[in-house]
Structure formats: structure tokens, C-alpha cells
């Protein structure tokens, strides 16, 4: 069949909303015990309830929490962390109250920790001394305080055993349960500016006694650190400006690098539970490792500190784990949605054992990544990951350029990935380019790439990002007419910025974007409340700084029109920072319109309300840059729209 010409955001697309929210899932949290597999699902058709299912040596798959339990943290509120599967017994967090619940895989969940303020991630097993080890963060004061705790599995007792430092992470015990492990950091510092792991002596008492820093500074991230069978502390270091990969014992003292390359065995600590790497043997690590935006999987010979790869089809890997021969992972490419995957490593062979999309969609509708670099501010280099427009049944009509969406990622300190997104094609099959820009700042890059960013926020990143659309636009792959910007949380003040200090894009949507930077660093939740320190400057030294970058102290320079998202219950960007922005556009005369979703938090799960936000960016751009979807779409209300 010949495909018809037709404009540029006219193409209709079997890449719908509906299907987008109806046909995926989220997949993440891989545990294994026994002959059983456990990994959560996160279901926008359900609310956004995340649940752990099990997968039992028969092939069998079955929900283990059942509804309305919600295995999910709270701690830093991004959480992650929030399930512990050990000897046959299941430990998680519960998002409507936090309290730790147990259960075995055919009994009901019950309650461990008692009812109150407090919330708990990142838990281990001592069963020496039959309790857990995890991270505790109390709310009962104005800020929260944090710490490592045990918890008593017969009486649910909580004890603080280490406390003093604003943040805690990663507790591991030692084989012979003797020592514990664990990474601090504290305030303006973020978790990958620099950390501290620390090495304690366990008495008789289960108190922790002797504490040791190991690594780790003001200007060195430490992370993922575990005990190898023979006694060794391994982690990821960036003294090297690379994350890799280190080890320690405590008979000598003395650390030393296994692995030493420019590529990312680390990662940034936005949320617990993550283990880029596991121990096969005393002598062989199976690792993973980001290399110029990708994943890659290898083995490591700890002895002689070789790296051999291990291949596979994928660009993303995560959540490592193995049985024998048999590891299992999470997985993603440009061309396959993320995957609970089995590898064996004797034959090579994969086996899907679950897919976060069941849809079989022909790849004529579907455009794969290029990976681009181009020229940006003070003679830098930035990267992204550019979409071409792509649908086998339509052609553009001759001489025009399609309209580009600009993707600024959230963090900021956080990077874009090349994995299989059907939201991104849902843009590209209905004839838009899309380009998602690893600015400056962003990780998997080095230290130096990412200190790009520091002091530079709503600089770095904003010039990135309008170069990465001028860079498109020169090249003749995109209508530098129609040029939008969108991103949410860091990545929505990214594009509030570009929006208000550039005249580059003609319309732009913030989702739960930050507007007004001094409103943020005034109310914010602990984890992120020194965050904009390094980002900008300190608060109230630097307020003018703070004021000169806000897009809410400078909206008579914006001109171009802007869609708004929110959730009503967001506490790391709450609502007014939206509502402030939306009334001085709508009293600037520009279009403007508003779409917050009640029950909504940082992010939006449920199902309708991704639907509807997807649907109503897309309705918007149709309007300001006047073409006709072919799909029929609830329309939203666009204040000063002539």
C-alpha cells in the first residue's frame, strides 16, 4: 500500500493513549528465594498500585499482595527499596500507612512495624539476631530525621543502631555477620556529590561499635557497596572521575580498583535497592555498566581485573540476579519494551519471562533512536537521543519539516535512555521528531560532564536543550517554526526556563515544573531541601541569583504558549508552584491552560490521568500550531487562545 501525503501531526497512529495506559506495566524489584522469582509490577490500570508478583519453579505466576496493598516507600519520597523477599518470607513497605508488613506466599500480609510517623526502605536480614537492618526516616519533627534501625521480627521493636548523619543507605552485613556496612552522606551534599561508607563492628548486643570511613568524601560518590563470599567490601567509586569499581578488606585496609575505565558501574542515588552488580564466585562479579548512553553486561575476573562481556540484545539492564547459571535482569532496547528476562549463561540463551507490554505492534510505526552529539555552549559537546518521525502509512507533504518536541529530563541529575518508550512514539508515529537531550549535568557521562551543571542550573541545561533544537533545525530534520519543549519536575523548570529566557520554541508543556526557585528551596521535602545549593547557590545568601533565574520573577519575557500539569498532593514541587505561573500568563494575554489531576503525588500513576495528560499536550500543540489530529481527543480549555 502506498503511503499517503499527508501533514506533519495529521498522521493517524494506532499508538493511542488508551493503549499506552491499558497495555503496559512497569517492572522493577527483582528478588529471588528459593526455587521462587519476585519482582513488582507497577499497574496504572490499578491506580498505580505496585505489586509483588511470584513466578515458582513450575512457571507459575501469581500476585502475592493483594489488593489495596501497595509496595511502596516513602523514604526520600522517591522511595525504591521496599520489598525484601528472605528464607521464605516476604517484607514490605505499604504507601497508605509505611509500616513494614510480612507475609509468607500463601497467607495475608500483617503488620510488623507499629503505627506511626516513621517510614523504612532498603531492609536486610540479620537473622543471627532474627531482625532487620534497613533505613528509617521519622516524621514526627518538622524535618525528618534519618537513620539505620533493627527491627525486632518477633515484637516489631524499633532500635536505632547508627544515627548522626542527615542520610543513610545500602546496609550490608558481612558473611560471617560480624561487621556492617553502610553509606552516609550530609547536607548541602546530594548523594552524588559525595558520600562516605563506613565499616562497624556488631557486639553482642547487636549495637553497632568501632565505625570505620572506608571511602568516600565531600567530592567522592560511593555507592552500592557488598560483601563478596571471602570477606571483601566491594563498591563504586568516582575518585577516578568514571564510577568503578573497588574493593577493601578489613585485615588490610587498603582500597583497590578492579576495573578501571571510562564507563559508569555507579549510579545516581535517586532511589534505594538498586545492585548494578552481583558476585558469581569469590573471584567473578556479573556486572552491568553504562557506557555513551547504553548498558552493557559483563563478567569481571577479580583476580586478574578483566572484563569480559557478556552478550545480549539489550541497551538497558537492571536488577541483576542469579541462580547457578541462570540470571535474571530487567531489560530494555530501542526496539523491545522493558522485559523481566532469564539468561543462561553456559548457552546464551533468553527467555522473557514477562513483558511490560503485551503489544505486538508492527515496527512500521515505530522509530528508532539515533544517538547525536552537537555543539553547545563555551565550545561543549552535549548528547542526545534523536526520533525521527515514523508511520508506514503516511508521508509528509513535499518541502515540509515536522515539528520537534524537546524532552528535558528530571533529576536534573538523572540521564535519558534509549529503552523502547511508546510514549515517545505515540509523538513520532503521529509525525512529530522528538529529542531527548542528556544535557549537561546529566549522568552516565563522568563526574566532569556531570559538574557541567553545578552553580549552572537553568543555564547548562537550557542552552543544551536549545541547541539540541537548533542543532535539528540547521540540519533540516526539524521545522524550526515548530519547536516545543516539555519535561516534568527539574525537567519542567528546565522548560519553563527555555521558555522564558529563549525565544527558540513557539509552545511548551510543564509537568509539576518548577517556576519559582525560591518557593522551592523554602518548601521542599528533606532529600532534595540543599539540593539547589550546588545547583545554584546558597539560600538567602544567593537569593538574587535565585530570583534572576526564576521564570515566575520574569514571565513578561515569555511569548510563546504554555499547557501546565500538576498533581494536587505533590510535595516535592507542590501545586502553587504551577498555579503562580499559569495566572501571570493568563494575565500576560498569552495561552495558557491548566490541567491538575486530584490524588496525584510527584509523577502521575493512574491510569486516566497519563491518558488524559498525553492526549491534552498533544490537543494543545494541534491548536497553537494549527494542524488537525486524526484522533478524536477530549478537548482542554486554553485560556487567551484567539
Given amino acids: 500500500m502506498t503511503a499517503a501525503q499527508q501533514p506533519f501531526g495529521t498522521w493517524k497512529s494506532p499508538i493511542s493513549s488508551e493503549l499506552i495506559v491499558s497495555g503496559t506495566i512497569g517492572l522493577g524489584g527483582v528478588a529471588l528465594d528459593s526455587e521462587n522469582l519476585y519482582w513488582l509490577e507497577g499497574r496504572a490500570a490499578e491506580g498505580g498500585r505496585s505489586v509483588l508478583v511470584r513466578r515458582s519453579f513450575d512457571g507459575k505466576t501469581t500476585d502475592v499482595t493483594p489488593p489495596p496493598f501497595n509496595v511502596r516507600s516513602r523514604v526520600h519520597e522517591y522511595g ?57 526516616e521519622d516524621h514526627s519533627d518538622r524535618e525528618a530525621v534519618n537513620t539505620l534501625v533493627g527491627i525486632d521480627l518477633k515484637s516489631g521493636a524499633v532500635e536505632v543502631l547508627v544515627q548522626g548523619s542527615d542520610f543513610y543507605s545500602s546496609p550490608r552485613l558481612s558473611p560471617d555477620g560480624t561487621r556492617l556496612a ?119 575476573n577479580i ?50 519471562l514477562k513483558r511490560s507490554s503485551e503489544l505486538n505492534i508492527d515496527p512500521g510505526y515505530l522509530s528508532v533512536p539515533e544517538a547525536i552529539s552537537f555543539p553547545t555552549d563555551n565550545g561543549k559537546i552535549a548528547h542526545a537521543w534523536f526520533y525521527p518521525p515514523k508511520n508506514k502509512d503516511f508521508r509528509a507533504t513535499e518541502g515540509e519539516l515536522p515539528p520537534l518536541l524537546v524532552k528535558s529530563h ?107 526557585l525560591e518557593a522551592l528551596a523554602k518548601d521542599t521535602h528533606k532529600f532534595e531541601s540543599r539540593y539547589l545549593d550546588r545547583l545554584i547557590g546558597k539560600y538567602p545568601e544567593e537569593k538574587a541569583i535565585y530570583e534572576a533565574r526564576s521564570p515566575i520573577h520574569c514571565s513578561d519575557r515569555l511569548s510563546c504558549p504554555v499547557i501546565f500539569f500538576q498533581g494536587l498532593e505533590d510535595k516535592v514541587v507542590p501545586p502553587n508552584q504551577a498555579e503562580m505561573m499559569v495566572e501571570a500568563i493568563k494575565t500576560k494575554g498569552l495561552p495558557v491552560a491548566y490541567v491538575p489531576f486530584e490524588g496525584e503525588q510527584h509523577g502521575f500513576r493512574k491510569a486516566e490521568n497519563i491518558k488524559r495528560a498525553l492526549d491534552a499536550e498533544f490537543y494543545f500543540y494541534s491548536r497553537v500550531f494549527g494542524f488537525e489530529p486524526a484522533d478524536d481527543i477530549e478537548p482542554v480549555e486554553i485560556i487567551n487562545l484567539v
Fill in 303 to 352: 583476580p586478574e581485573k578483566t572484563l569480559h562481556a557478556i552478550a545480549t540484545p539489550y541497551t538497558s539492564i537492571s536488577s541483576p540476579k542469579l541462580r547457578g547459571n541462570q540470571l535474571f535482569f530487567v531489560a530494555g532496547s530501542p526496539t523491545e519494551p522493558t522485559q523481566l528476562v532469564c539468561l543462561d549463561l553456559e548457552s546464551g540463551d533468553i527467555e522473557v
Fill in 410 to 516: 528530571g533529576g536534573p541529575t538523572s540521564a535519558a535512555s534509549a529503552t523502547f518508550n511508546l510514549r515517545i512514539q505515540y509523538w513520532t508515529s503521529r509525525g512529530f521528531a522528538f529529542v531527548d537531550v542528556n544535557y549537561g549535568g546529566s549522568t552516565g557521562y563522568g563526574r566532569e560532564y556531570q559538574q557541567r551543571l553545578d552553580g549552572q542550573w537553568g543555564i547548562v541545561d537550557v542552552n543544551d536543550c536549545t541547541n539540541a533544537a537548533r542543532y535539528l533545525a540547521q540540519q533540516g530534520r526539524a521545522d524550526g517554526e515548530r519547536l516545543a519543549i516539555a519535561g516534568g519536575s527539574a525537567g519542567g523548570y528546565t522548560t519553563l526556563a527555555a521558555l522564558t529566557f529563549h525565544d527558540v520554541f513557539k509552545a511548551g508543556a510543564s509537568y509539576y515544573g518548577v517556576s519559582d
Fill in 182 to 300: 553502610w553509606i552516609d552522606w550530609n547536607h548541602p551534599n546530594m548523594p552524588w556529590d559525595g558520600t562516605q561508607l563506613w565499616v562497624g563492628e556488631i557486639d553482642t548486643e547487636g549495637a553497632i561499635s568501632s565505625p570505620q570511613c572506608v571511602a568516600g568524601g565531600l567530592e567522592e560518590v560511593i555507592c552500592a557497596p557488598q560483601w563478596s563470599p571471602d570477606g571483601w567490601l566491594c563498591f563504586a567509586s568516582d575518585r577516578s572521575n568514571w564510577g568503578n569499581l573497588y574493593r577493601w578488606h578489613p585485615d588490610g585496609g587498603t582500597v583497590e580498583a578492579l576495573c578501571k575505565m571510562e564507563a559508569e558501574f555507579g549510579y545516581p542515588h535517586w532511589v534505594f535497592g538498586i545492585q548494578p552488580y552481583l558476585f558469581k564466585s569469590a573471584t567473578e562479579l556479573i556486572c552491568t555498566y553504562s557506557q555513551n548512553g547504553q548498558t552493557h553486561l559483563a563478567s569481571l
Fill in 80 to 136: 525504591g527499596g521496599a520489598v525484601l523477599v528472605a528464607e521464605g518470607t516476604i517484607y514490605f513497605s505499604n504507601f497508605a500507612d509505611q509500616r513494614i508488613y510480612q507475609q509468607t506466599p500463601d497467607s495475608e500480609p500483617q503488620a510488623l512495624t507499629p503505627e506511626s510517623p516513621k517510614r523504612y526502605a532498603n531492609a536486610i536480614l540479620d537473622r543471627q539476631r532474627d531482625r532487620l537492618i534497613c533505613v528509617c
